[in-house]
């Protein structure tokens, strides 16, 4: 299909479309416009978008008509997220017409799907990937391979051995793992902090970082 063509007739799947900062992980601050999708393969307990679980048919958007939207925003930075962006059907082509008309693209994933294509996009993505014990920790290969940077939320159920398994000793080993207190709690702030003295002794710095976005009262 031609980009031309999927813009009028690819149709996306929309929970918000809104603008803010970002207030999570590595790019956290940065001013950006967020495009939530509808739809997501897990069902994490605390997940704080409950609205953007359930795959519905309604608020359906095309590619062209979200373009024209985002347009009328001086932001040059997208987030894709969700629900769940690689659950969504489209992605691939949006993407494309975002990187034509000069956006820098970041997707927020919980690691668990991939999408055909997205491996042509190189470096250019920032993938933010976010396991969950939900998914048994399971991180698909491609994710590894593409990842920016691997976001933790802290709660009862993250260990040290999480962190500390194979495939995500890269992240480790470079510097780009986040630990984030699930709902900026004290107890799991202080259990971050726990985790991040534990990797230090290994030689590993993460960060620790909370939702800025929830202690600030913003979208």
Request: hydrophobic fraction near 40%; glycine fraction near 8%.
């Amino acid at each position: 299909m031609l980009r031309s063509e999927a813009g009028k007739t690819v149709y996306l799947s929309i929970n918000e479309v809104y603008a803010s900062i970002q207030g999570e992980g590595i790019l956290m601050g940065l001013p950006a416009l967020f495009v939530r999708f509808q739809g997501c393969n897990l069902r994490c307990p605390w997940c704080d978008q409950p609205s953007a679980l359930p795959f519905l048919k309604g608020n359906l958007i095309t590619i062209d008509s979200l373009l024209t939207y985002l347009s009328n925003y001086p932001i040059k930075h997208v987030v894709l997220t969700g629900g769940e962006p690689l659950a969504q059907n489209g992605l691939v082509f949006f993407i494309e017409e975002l990187i034509s008309k000069e956006y820098s693209v970041q997707i927020e994933t919980n690691g668990t799907l991939w999408q055909e294509g997205l491996e042509n996009f190189g470096n250019i993505l920032h993938i933010t990937c976010s396991p969950k014990w939900t998914a048994q920790w399971f991180v698909h290969p491609k994710i590894i391979q593409y990842a920016k940077e691997l976001k933790f939320v802290v709660d009862d159920v993250l260990s040290q051995e999480v962190l500390l398994k194979g495939e995500f000793r890269r992240f480790l080993e470079e510097g780009k793992v986040v630990l984030q207190p699930e709902g900026n709690k004290p107890v799991f702030f202080d259990k971050a902090l726990n985790l991040q003295d534990q990797l230090l002794k290994l030689g590993f710095t993460v960060r620790v970082l909370p939702q800025v976005h929830k202690i600030f009262g913003i979208p």
